[in-house]
């Protein structure tokens, strides 16, 4: 967007749960509330043309808030890694259950970076 922000899409692909599951344990994966959550885009790196992708891994509590996020995989630029913490902890979810009670899990984020047209396939800014 031409103004410098952008939006945290709830299409976001949640990549991997928790290991340590078996069958017997079924998982329901946690589903976003929003549609999106508003952030800055690093008014440096828009101006420059430069985008990017950074992975997190994020904890999904019992309750479907975002209690921690970490970079697994760096964009190479810690503005876009800083800003996609801050908009990760600003995601609500339905949280994950199992044998039908809330429960707390890890998953990776994707947290792609495009002045572009927005990707169904990663969480979008």
């Known amino acids: 967007m031409l103004d410098g922000t952008t939006t945290l899409a709830s299409a976001l692909m949640i990549v991997a749960l928790t ?66 913490i801050e908009g990760a902890l600003e995601l609500r979810f339905q949280p994950a259950r199992k044998n039908g009670k809330r429960i707390e899990v890890w998953a990776e984020v994707p947290v792609n970076f495009s002045k572009g047209p927005k990707s169904d396939s990663a969480l979008s800014f």
Do not use: K, N
């Not at 994020?58 to 760096?74: C, I, K, N, Y």
């Open 19 to 84: 290991s340590g599951c078996t069958a017997d344990q079924q998982i329901e994966r946690p589903t976003p509330l929003y549609g999106e959550v508003s952030i800055d885009y690093p008014l440096e790196l828009w101006d420059s043309d430069v985008e990017g992708e950074t992975l997190l891994r994020v904890r999904v509590t019992d309750m479907g808030r975002v209690d921690s996020a970490v970079v697994l995989e760096s964009s190479g630029h810690e503005a876009f890694d800083s800003v996609a």
